[in-house]
């Protein structure tokens, strides 16, 4: 499996505004803030259950989302990678992790915004690579069962959505 | 680039019908081709072109930060055209021919939207869809999903036949002559790949109107625009069209003329074809700005055009497809889901329902039926409102959805007993806002956010006023409410700004060494009467103050209007001047150290920059003579404006050729201290140091604004017409916009001496 699709679910705090993410993205492209090339920054804002502020990347792109009305930082490989799928699925998640803990400690975020890690949803952008099916969602369940400790997972969304596990932390 | 483009041709065998699916082949092999350096990259430019895969801003490897111009360092060398790296993402034009679509198509376009791009879908101004930041090796495995649902990328963009667009209410309209879907569907898969249409210079639009009085097809504005008409003829109603040619916006916009009071319709497709011939023919080909049709029939006149028309027509060996559409044209003929219904008076809606009831629901020229709008902020929707949209779509109509040109998608042949419960669905779905085709239904192009040619963010400044006029939209009295608001992020006008009450189109200015981001304010277009009369610029206002100068107009005119005055008429008889006057102080800008947020773009958080311009060595508070003298000019072409307005066309033109005049001393100041002030001497001068140094050039236009100051010098002892001295303002307006950005790259550059 390729192209994975990560979604930290994120909690807004008293001051968070969505827009702020405008000035934090392009801060990001200036100082070269990911290892990785980053083009530009698109506001979404204006949709309903949309994109949100996009940073927009050559292998990922990253984004404040609000799709399915839940806010949280999105993470989308679009590029192919090497290696395994067990490889690319930590790829994702560590740089998922890494734009959560970076956004967190803006100036714009600070004490505005948080993600506690409790619920993540992993899809593959890919239909033909993951048709969502049973036997898919098992073969991502199992793999992510060797990369992500101590959460259960679930078979989300409706038949046409990406293939899509939503990670729950088994507290 | 997805790892699985290789497997959709397998996975898609079948499902593609010839000769598409041979096409699509093909490109990908000219994809891989290109990859591996054996193309000519202006040959595969084209080639990707004509399959709507178009570029997008920065793709040729340069954005400025807002600190510093960076290098965007791509992984795989090569590029896709010229100055356009492989790499860089693009955008993927997708034709929807008369905005068309079925459920089925929708969820692909969501599918794809969600896979290549970054989850939006965008509607176009003329009903296609765009999905951007798209990988050009993703693009054949992207083309055959639509085409396994019956959708071509074919002549998207590039020197061919556009989308052929309709009003979206054609068929259920109460004023329509007849329903026009089967002509345009005919009309579309005629010219589509015909080998008559494939040696243009430029690109070429057609729009099918149902009627002559409503906007909904904009039939005036366009290359070919077909009016639905009827006449008796030996005692039976025959159908035909009120026939325009040459129309179109751009640079310097022109009404189309009419071609042909009635047009049989066995004749539409013959004499297209032949109007295709003659352009393909006679139509320039090395200068792309003076390329499309209009210049053409301009360059020859109406009749000579008319007759070279004429006289091919009848050279054309009969094509069957000519009239063989018309013995079955109830092929298009759509069916409604379910039984009419009327809406039931309940006690208790739900919240929102009466509103949008208000601004979004069309009752149908069929009893019982409704049309519903779902108003798409920007033109934009997500994967997931696609899919609830075709949920929406199967559930309560037969397949029987279209895009607008104003950016909007319409569900036709909704039993209106279920307008309740489909205002619920798309409630939910985010897709219930109310507003649409008012005030706060902004359409905008791309501009600075994608398209490469922007100048302004059009797209930040609809968000803000979309923003702003939704909250108001309910208390605001209906004179405004029903206003329209189009925006272009440049000159080249895809936002439709011409036709708009309150049109904007993107500019720059400089103050202080900084660049500023600014908006023409262009008002009195008329979108009626299928964009029935253009607007004109009075002045540039700065982007962060075009919110407060769409306040101030609108309040002006609730205040001052008569009676029942529509806005047009109330621009005509207050005068320009007094227009201008109504803005003049929000032209002004605050010091950069004072006021930073109006050198900052709307949506945006850089310190704005045309291209790599950044704070040139000026910077600081003095203030060139040169901003003065270009204010001059513009102040010069106004002049031109009112004189016109007086009925006084050669004093019109004098002031717009002076005002040019004027721009080009002032710039050739910046080169050279002294230079006689004669008209042939600034023109020689103008040529040399700005026009063959191609300094002057505009990165996209090249030299078509330096083109217009040389030949209204030229010419500048003939008499004129309205019609001419109108261009020439226009054209003036241009060159005095070209000199402000010329003079942006000279600040770039060390002063040559020459004398
Ligand atoms: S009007 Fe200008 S900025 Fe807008 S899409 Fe057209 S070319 Fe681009």
């Given at each position: 499996?390729?192209?994975?699709?990560?979604?930290?679910?994120?909690?807004?705090?008293?001051?968070?505004?969505?827009?702020?993410?405008?000035?934090?993205?392009?801060?990001?492209?200036?100082?070269?803030?990911?290892?990785?090339?980053?083009?530009?920054?698109?506001?979404?804002?204006?949709?309903?259950?949309?994109?949100?502020?996009?940073?927009?990347?050559?292998?990922?792109?990253?984004?404040?989302?609000?799709?399915?009305?839940?806010?949280?930082?999105?993470?989308?490989?679009?590029?192919?990678?090497?290696?395994?799928?067990?490889?690319?699925?930590?790829?994702?998640?560590?740089?998922?992790?890494?734009?959560?803990?970076?956004?967190?400690?803006?100036?714009?975020?600070?004490?505005?915004?948080?993600?506690?890690?409790?619920?993540?949803?992993?899809?593959?952008?890919?239909?033909?690579?993951?048709?969502?099916?049973?036997?898919?969602?098992?073969?991502?369940?199992?793999?992510?069962?060797?990369?992500?400790?101590?959460?259960?997972?679930?078979?989300?969304?409706?038949?046409?959505?990406?293939?899509?596990?939503?990670?729950?932390?088994?507290? | 680039?997805?790892?699985?483009?290789?497997?959709?041709?397998?996975?898609?065998?079948?499902?593609?019908?010839?000769?598409?699916?041979?096409?699509?082949?093909?490109?990908?092999?000219?994809?891989?081709?290109?990859?591996?350096?054996?193309?000519?990259?202006?040959?595969?430019?084209?080639?990707?072109?004509?399959?709507?895969?178009?570029?997008?801003?920065?793709?040729?490897?340069?954005?400025?930060?807002?600190?510093?111009?960076?290098?965007?360092?791509?992984?795989?060398?090569?590029?896709?055209?010229?100055?356009?790296?492989?790499?860089?993402?693009?955008?993927?034009?997708?034709?929807?021919?008369?905005?068309?679509?079925?459920?089925?198509?929708?969820?692909?376009?969501?599918?794809?939207?969600?896979?290549?791009?970054?989850?939006?879908?965008?509607?176009?101004?003329?009903?296609?869809?765009?999905?951007?930041?798209?990988?050009?090796?993703?693009?054949?495995?992207?083309?055959?999903?639509?085409?396994?649902?019956?959708?071509?990328?074919?002549?998207?963009?590039?020197?061919?036949?556009?989308?052929?667009?309709?009003?979206?209410?054609?068929?259920?309209?109460?004023?329509?002559?007849?329903?026009?879907?089967?002509?345009?569907?005919?009309?579309?898969?005629?010219?589509?790949?015909?080998?008559?249409?494939?040696?243009?210079?430029?690109?070429?639009?057609?729009?099918?109107?149902?009627?002559?009085?409503?906007?909904?097809?904009?039939?005036?504005?366009?290359?070919?625009?077909?009016?639905?008409?009827?006449?008796?003829?030996?005692?039976?109603?025959?159908?035909?069209?009120?026939?325009?040619?040459?129309?179109?916006?751009?640079?310097?916009?022109?009404?189309?003329?009419?071609?042909?009071?009635?047009?049989?319709?066995?004749?539409?497709?013959?004499?297209?074809?032949?109007?295709?011939?003659?352009?393909?023919?006679?139509?320039?080909?090395?200068?792309?700005?003076?390329?499309?049709?209009?210049?053409?029939?301009?360059?020859?006149?109406?009749?000579?055009?008319?007759?070279?028309?004429?006289?091919?027509?009848?050279?054309?060996?009969?094509?069957?497809?000519?009239?063989?559409?018309?013995?079955?044209?109830?092929?298009?003929?759509?069916?409604?889901?379910?039984?009419?219904?009327?809406?039931?008076?309940?006690?208790?809606?739900?919240?929102?329902?009466?509103?949008?009831?208000?601004?979004?629901?069309?009752?149908?020229?069929?009893?019982?039926?409704?049309?519903?709008?779902?108003?798409?902020?920007?033109?934009?929707?997500?994967?997931?409102?696609?899919?609830?949209?075709?949920?929406?779509?199967?559930?309560?109509?037969?397949?029987?959805?279209?895009?607008?040109?104003?950016?909007?998608?319409?569900?036709?042949?909704?039993?209106?007993?279920?307008?309740?419960?489909?205002?619920?669905?798309?409630?939910?779905?985010?897709?219930?806002?109310?507003?649409?085709?008012?005030?706060?239904?902004?359409?905008?192009?791309?501009g600075t956010?994608?398209?490469?040619?922007g100048i302004s963010s059009?797209?930040g400044l609809?968000?803000?006023?979309?923003?702003?006029?939704?909250?108001?939209?309910?208390?605001?009295?209906?004179?405004?409410?029903?206003?329209?608001?189009?925006?272009?992020?440049?000159?080249?006008?895809?936002?439709?700004?011409?036709?708009?009450?309150?049109?904007?189109?993107g500019?720059?200015?400089?103050?202080?060494?900084?660049?500023v981001p600014?908006?023409?304010?262009?008002?009195?277009?008329?979108?009626?009467?299928?964009?029935?009369?253009?607007?004109?610029?009075?002045?540039?206002?700065?982007s962060k103050?075009?919110?407060?100068?769409?306040?101030?107009?609108?309040?002006?005119?609730?205040?001052?209007?008569?009676?029942?005055?529509?806005?047009?008429?109330?621009?005509?008889?207050?005068?320009?001047?007094?227009?201008?006057?109504?803005?003049?102080?929000?032209?002004?800008?605050?010091?950069?150290?004072?006021?930073?947020?109006f050198y900052v773009d709307w949506a945006d958080a850089r310190e704005y920059t045309?291209?790599?311009?950044?704070?040139?060595?000026?910077?600081?508070?003095?203030?060139?003579?040169?901003?003065?003298?270009?204010?001059?000019?513009?102040?010069?072409?106004?002049?031109?404006?009112?004189?016109?307005?007086?009925?006084?066309?050669?004093?019109?033109?004098?002031?717009?050729?002076?005002?040019?005049?004027?721009?080009?001393?002032?710039?050739?100041?910046?080169?050279?201290?002294?230079?006689?002030?004669?008209?042939?001497?600034?023109?020689?001068?103008?040529?040399?140091?700005?026009?063959?140094?191609?300094?002057?050039?505009?990165?996209?236009?090249?030299?078509?604004?330096?083109?217009?100051?040389?030949?209204?010098?030229?010419?500048?002892?003939?008499?004129?017409?309205?019609?001419?001295?109108?261009?020439?303002?226009?054209?003036?307006?241009?060159?005095?916009?070209?000199?402000?950005?010329?003079?942006?790259?000279?600040?770039?550059?060390?002063?040559?001496?020459?004398?």
């Amino acid at each position: 499996m390729q192209h994975f699709r990560v979604k930290v679910f994120g909690r807004a705090a008293e001051g968070f505004e969505l827009h702020q993410a405008i000035p934090v993205f392009h801060r990001w492209i200036q100082t070269n803030a990911l290892p990785e090339l980053l083009i530009d920054v698109a506001d979404y804002s204006h949709v309903p259950g949309g994109p949100g502020v996009l940073l927009a990347g050559h292998d990922s792109h990253y984004g404040l989302d609000l799709r399915k009305n839940r806010l949280g930082l999105l993470y989308i490989r679009r590029t192919a990678q090497d290696g395994s799928t067990a490889d690319r699925l930590r790829s994702a998640l560590a740089a998922a992790r890494a734009a959560c803990e970076k956004l967190v400690q803006e100036p714009e975020f600070a004490g505005k915004l948080s993600f506690d890690f409790d619920e993540i949803e992993i899809s593959v952008n890919d239909r033909l690579l993951a048709p969502n099916i049973p036997e898919s969602y098992q073969e991502l369940a199992d793999e992510l069962g060797a990369v992500l400790d101590g959460y259960t997972f679930r078979h989300d969304g409706e038949p046409r959505d990406l293939l899509t596990v939503l990670a729950v932390r088994a507290h | 680039m997805k790892a699985s483009n290789s497997l959709w041709k397998q996975k898609l065998a079948g499902r593609i019908a010839e000769p598409l699916a041979s096409e699509l082949d093909v490109y990908e092999n000219e994809v891989a081709l290109r990859r591996q350096g054996k193309i000519d990259e202006k040959v595969f430019a084209e080639t990707r072109l004509r399959r709507g895969a178009y570029g997008q801003r920065y793709d040729n490897g340069q954005r400025h930060d807002g600190i510093t111009a960076r290098k965007l360092e791509f992984p795989t060398a090569g590029t896709k055209g010229p100055s356009t790296l492989w790499d860089a993402p693009g955008m993927q034009r997708i034709k929807i021919p008369y905005g068309g679509m079925n459920a089925e198509q929708i969820e692909v376009m969501a599918e794809l939207a969600e896979e290549y791009s970054d989850g939006i879908a965008h509607i176009t101004t003329r009903q296609d869809f765009q999905l951007h930041f798209i990988h050009i090796e993703d693009t054949p495995a992207l083309m055959r999903r639509l085409a396994a649902v019956g959708i071509t990328t074919r002549e998207a963009c590039g020197n061919s036949v556009r989308n052929v667009t309709a009003c979206h209410l054609t068929g259920v309209c109460r004023t329509q002559t007849f329903d026009v879907t089967p002509y345009a569907h005919a009309l579309t898969y005629f010219l589509l790949g015909h080998p008559d249409c494939q040696d243009f210079g430029r690109k070429f639009k057609i729009a099918f109107s149902g009627c002559r009085t409503e906007a909904c097809g904009l039939a005036r504005m366009h290359d070919i625009g077909a009016v639905a008409a009827t006449r008796e003829i030996d005692g039976q109603v025959k159908r035909g069209f009120e026939f325009y040619i040459g129309g179109g916006l751009g640079t310097v916009p022109q009404q189309a003329r009419l071609f042909e009071e009635f047009l049989p319709e066995e004749e539409l497709l013959p004499i297209s074809q032949s109007i295709c011939r003659v352009f393909a023919r006679l139509g320039e080909k090395k200068n792309r700005n003076t390329a499309r049709l209009k210049f053409l029939v301009s360059k020859l006149g109406l009749d000579e055009f008319k007759r070279l028309v004429c006289e091919d027509r009848k050279t054309l060996t009969p094509d069957p497809r000519w009239t063989a559409f018309l013995s079955d044209l109830g092929t298009h003929d759509e069916a409604p889901l379910k039984p009419p219904s009327l809406l039931q008076i309940a006690p208790v809606r739900d919240p929102g329902f009466d509103e949008w009831y208000k601004t979004n629901v069309y009752s149908q020229r069929q009893g019982g039926y409704s049309t519903v709008t779902v108003a798409l902020p920007l033109g934009d929707i997500t994967a997931d409102q696609l899919r609830a949209l075709a949920d929406v779509t199967r559930k309560y109509v037969k397949d029987t959805v279209r895009t607008t040109v104003e950016q909007n998608m319409v569900l036709r042949w909704v039993s209106s007993g279920d307008l309740p419960a489909v205002y619920r669905e798309l409630k939910a779905a985010g897709l219930g806002e109310p507003g649409a085709g008012t005030i706060a239904d902004v359409v905008s192009c791309p501009g600075t956010d994608t398209c490469k040619l922007g100048i302004s963010s059009s797209r930040g400044l609809s968000g803000e006023l979309r923003w702003r006029l939704a909250e108001k939209q309910f208390v605001m009295d209906e004179a405004i409410r029903n206003l329209r608001i189009k925006v272009s992020g440049c000159f080249n006008s895809c936002g439709q700004h011409h036709v708009a009450d309150l049109g904007f189109y993107g500019v720059s200015r400089n103050k202080g060494g900084y660049t500023v981001p600014h908006f023409q304010v262009v008002l009195g277009g008329q979108w009626d009467n299928n964009a029935g009369a253009y607007g004109l610029a009075i002045g540039a206002v700065p982007s962060k103050r075009i919110p407060d100068t769409v306040e101030r107009i609108t309040g002006r005119y609730l205040a001052e209007r008569q009676t029942g005055e529509r806005f047009q008429a109330w621009i005509k008889r207050i005068g320009k001047a007094a227009c201008k006057s109504m803005i003049d102080d929000l032209t002004a800008v605050p010091a950069h150290d004072t006021s930073p947020e109006f050198y900052v773009d709307w949506a945006d958080a850089r310190e704005y920059t045309i291209g790599d311009i950044g704070i040139g060595e000026c910077a600081g508070e003095v203030v060139n003579p040169i901003d003065f003298q270009l204010a001059a000019c513009e102040r010069e072409t106004f002049e031109a404006q009112l004189a016109l307005e007086a009925g006084d066309a050669a004093r019109a033109r004098m002031l717009a050729y002076e005002s040019m005049l004027h721009g080009a001393s002032a710039l050739l100041k910046q080169r050279m201290p002294m230079f006689s002030d004669d008209p042939d001497q600034v023109a020689g001068l103008f040529r040399e140091q700005l026009v063959d140094t191609q300094l002057f050039h505009d990165p996209f236009a090249g030299p078509k604004f330096a083109h217009y100051f040389l030949k209204a010098h030229e010419r500048r002892n003939e008499a004129v017409t309205d019609t001419r001295a109108h261009q020439l303002i226009e054209e003036a307006q241009l060159f005095i916009e070209a000199s402000h950005a010329c003079y942006a790259r000279m600040r770039q550059q060390p002063v040559s001496t020459k004398a």
